[in-house]
């Protein structure tokens, strides 16, 4: 058997129920076979067995106090995966899904996808399966509190450098931040996603959705096509999705759908930025339902139960471009086989692996332009580099000169994976091994420098 298939039967037979992390991992290293042709000595020095390997598994636990004096118990984790290029670096999800295999999951990827940077990041992630739905202010502090007075001892400015994900936004990091700050009595860079008021960067909460956005537009253009008067299915109504919205309606295009995880509404006459203005405000200040748009905008459907994909499906609604943004195998192969047959060109995910490995290949066998998320969303997590740079610098960057920092990384990303797809594999313009080897090398280089630690 192959190194890569030693590998991947390895670590399902030490954790045979972490499905998502035998998912991730099977997607990266089974496109990283013409490395282990080229590159005997990472084979030799067993790069392939390490890298998927945490160096660091956190796990604790997380007691607090609700409103009305009950106690609560969470768990809480963070995995340190890889620092070969740079400190620990990545988000914390706060939702009830969370697990070890999740989190792996979310970890490995990281470490590929802020390799793709091409900024100094090592992989990690975190977080709990604590609920902030539903929760008050006060409840989602005390347990942000409770989680920072055990993960404080295992970050820091150059050791590892949390931020948000699904359930984590400017308030828990405001209150973790806080929290940081008071029992370590320093002022550093210690999160990303801060508020501007101390320390955060302009941009980030946008970077995701936009940078996602960009990548788009550069695949797009590699078929001389924008995203002008295209029509675009975008799922979740979160961080990601918000500044997904608003970057294609400033490119021209119209978005027609939006989700949360009890409803889809489906609005054909398009979601401008009035009504995105709305759906922040809804989301982000009220923490409502997506399904309240219709009492607002009433020539838009809800669709109780259905995801987006659902509603694509089984309406036989007509899209360009896809931009999955809600969370994990969100969309399957009857998905994307929908898709195609509704005219899809272009599927950008700005969530992590919202695609199934089936719906991938149905994307590829119909030449469908694909972006993974460790391409495509690495727009958030390098824009938090980039407040970083500025943390450590004791400096903001203007809002102009951030965007264009993540343009460029985004148009950078795209051009790697290109590269490496034209230098490792066998078709052109083959997203999935060019980000999946763009990503690897510089980190099994760093690794082989090292020796065996
Ligand atoms: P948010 O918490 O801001 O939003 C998540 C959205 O997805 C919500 O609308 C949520 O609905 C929906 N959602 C979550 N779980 C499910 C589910 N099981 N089924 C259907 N819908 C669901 O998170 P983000 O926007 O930050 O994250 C979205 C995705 O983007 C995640 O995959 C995340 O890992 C990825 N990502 C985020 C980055 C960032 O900078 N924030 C960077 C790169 C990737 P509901 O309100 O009902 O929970
Ligand atoms: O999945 C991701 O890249 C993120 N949630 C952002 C991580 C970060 O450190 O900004």
Redesign the pocket.
């Known amino acids: 058997m192959s190194v890569i298939g030693d590998v991947i039967e390895k670590i399902k037979q030490q954790d045979p129920y972490e499905f998502e992390f035998h998912q991730a991992v099977e997607e990266v290293l089974l496109t990283l076979e013409p490395t282990t042709k080229k590159h005997p000595e990472f084979v030799k020095a067993k790069i392939y067995e390490r890298i998927v390997e945490p160096d660091r598994t956190i796990t604790f636990r997380v007691p607090w106090t609700d409103d009305k004096g009950d106690v609560h118990v969470n768990r809480g984790f963070r995995i340190q995966f890889n620092n070969a290029i740079g400190p620990y670096k990545g988000?914390l999800?706060f939702?009830p899904?969370v697990n070890l295999s999740i989190l792996k999951f979310?970890g490995f990827e990281q470490i590929f996808k802020n390799s793709l940077t091409t900024l100094p990041m090592g992989g990690a992630k975190g977080g709990s399966d604590f609920d902030p739905?539903g929760k008050s202010d006060a409840d989602v502090m005390r347990f942000c509190q409770s989680f920072m007075r055990e993960l404080f001892r295992h970050i820091g400015p150059d050791r590892d450098v949390p931020?948000?994900?699904?359930?984590v936004?400017g308030r828990e990091i405001g209150y973790m931040y806080g929290y940081y700050k008071k029992l370590v009595n320093e002022h550093t860079g210690v999160l990303t996603g801060k508020a501007l008021a101390y320390g955060g960067s302009l941009v980030r909460p946008e970077?995701?959705g936009y940078g996602c956005v960009y990548f788009a537009a550069e695949m797009l253009a590699t078929r001389g096509l924008d995203f002008k008067g295209k029509t675009v299915a975008i799922s979740?109504?979160?961080?990601?999705?918000q500044y997904a919205v608003e970057k294609v309606n400033e490119l021209g295009g119209k978005v027609i759908t939006l989700?949360?995880?009890?409803s889809t509404i489906l609005d054909e006459e398009g979601i401008d930025l009035e009504k995105c203005g709305y759906i922040m405000d809804l989301k982000n200040e009220k923490r409502g339902r997506i399904s309240e748009y219709t009492d607002k905008y009433s020539n838009a459907v809800c669709y109780i139960g259905d995801?987006v994909w659902d509603v694509i499906k089984n309406q036989g609604i007509k899209v360009d471009i896809a931009l999955p943004?809600?969370?994990?195998n969100?969309l399957d192969e009857g998905h994307a086989e929908a898709l195609v047959k509704n005219g899809c060109i272009c599927v950008a995910e700005?969530?992590?692996m919202?695609s199934t490995p089936e719906a991938v290949r149905v994307y590829q066998d119909n030449n469908v332009l694909f972006g993974p998320?460790k391409a495509a969303?690495a727009g958030?997590?390098a824009t938090s580099g980039l407040e970083m740079s500025q943390n450590s610098m004791r400096f903001s960057w203007p809002r102009e000169e951030v965007d264009a920092r993540l343009l460029q990384i985004m148009k950078s990303i795209h051009q790697s994976c290109i590269d490496a797809a034209d230098v490792y594999g066998k078709k052109k313009n083959d997203y999935v091994l060019g980000a999946n080897i763009a990503g690897f090398l510089k980190v099994a280089r760093a690794m082989l420098s090292y020796g065996i630690v």
């Open positions: 988000g999800r939702h899904s979310l739905k931020a948000g994900d699904i359930g936004g970077a995701t979740g109504s979160g961080n990601v999705a989700c949360d995880s009890s995801s943004c809600a969370t994990q969100e700005g969530a992590n919202p998320g969303n958030g997590v």
